[in-house]
């Protein structure tokens, strides 16, 4: 498995501020994940983020809303950049690792709440 | 893309009965079908998984069953106890390795057991 420790586990945030949330990974892996949890909701993948180059997208995310950085290969960072109530979500990093590289694990979460 | 289907949205069982989640895929070619458990305020615990080489895997009291030609696959958890109450995701990935993964997660179901 993987220790997977993200910072901060909650906040509470005014619309139209920005929040970085961190995500430090016991030991170095090629690719982290960030996922949305809307509340009762199911996970969704917004980016995967490689060391050394821009983070990959899904559709319905873009950049200048949720930028993404991975200086090294043990942490990265995503920002929920100006935010609003629909924001309100849990943020989740994830790794993989295991046989074939295809084991997910996940951190405890980011709960955000926008008022 | 891929879309994965999770019934019930919620369970509730006696302590000691068994309890049964399915999830049916689109993609003919995901090979990789991991099941998460999620308890109140913490990030998705994977609990087990199958490949599409395996038709069946078990794990004490957890089993998974994969049918690839229905492209369904289940969970099961027998002698259920109090702690197995959480929200359980299925996912589907066509990942052959490292790099490749993306997890697709069904909508989850949230299980109660009832002493």
């Known amino acids: 498995s993987a220790v997977i420790s993200q910072k901060p586990s909650r906040d509470i945030c005014q619309r139209g501020t920005s929040l970085t949330i961190q995500c430090q990974v016991d030991?170095?892996?090629?690719?982290m994940f960030w996922y949305r949890q809307q509340p009762g909701q199911s996970l969704t993948l917004i980016a995967t983020?490689?060391?050394?180059?821009?983070?990959?997208?899904e559709s319905g995310f873009v950049i200048d809303k949720f930028p993404i950085s991975r200086p090294n290969l043990t942490f990265s960072t995503l920002t929920v950049s100006n935010m609003s109530p629909e924001d309100s979500s849990i943020y989740l990093c994830?790794?993989?690792?295991?046989?074939?590289?295809?084991?997910?694990?996940f951190g405890q979460g980011t709960r955000l709440t926008v008022v | 893309g891929e879309n994965v289907e999770q019934h019930p949205s919620t369970l509730s069982v006696q302590e000691g009965d068994s309890a049964v989640i399915k999830c049916t895929y689109s993609?003919?070619?995901?090979?990789?079908f991991p099941w998460y458990k999620q308890e109140l305020g913490k990030g998705p615990q994977l609990i087990i998984d199958?490949?599409?080489?395996?038709g069946e895997k078990k794990d004490q009291r957890i089993a998974v069953t994969l049918n690839k030609t229905a492209k369904h696959f289940s969970l099961h958890i027998t002698e259920t106890q109090p702690e197995d109450s959480a929200v359980y995701f299925c996912?589907?990935?066509?990942?052959?390795?490292?790099?490749?993964?993306?997890?697709?997660f069904g909508k989850g179901t949230k299980l109660s057991v009832i002493p």
């Open positions: 993609d003919s070619a995901s090979n990789y």
């Open positions: 030991s170095q892996v090629t690719m």
């Open positions: 994830s790794v993989e690792r295991g046989r074939g590289g295809t084991e997910a694990f």
């Open positions: 199958i490949r599409s080489n395996v």
């Open positions: 983020a490689n060391q050394g180059s821009e983070a990959t997208y």
């Open positions: 996912a589907a990935s066509k990942g052959h390795g490292a790099g490749s993964y993306q997890l697709t």
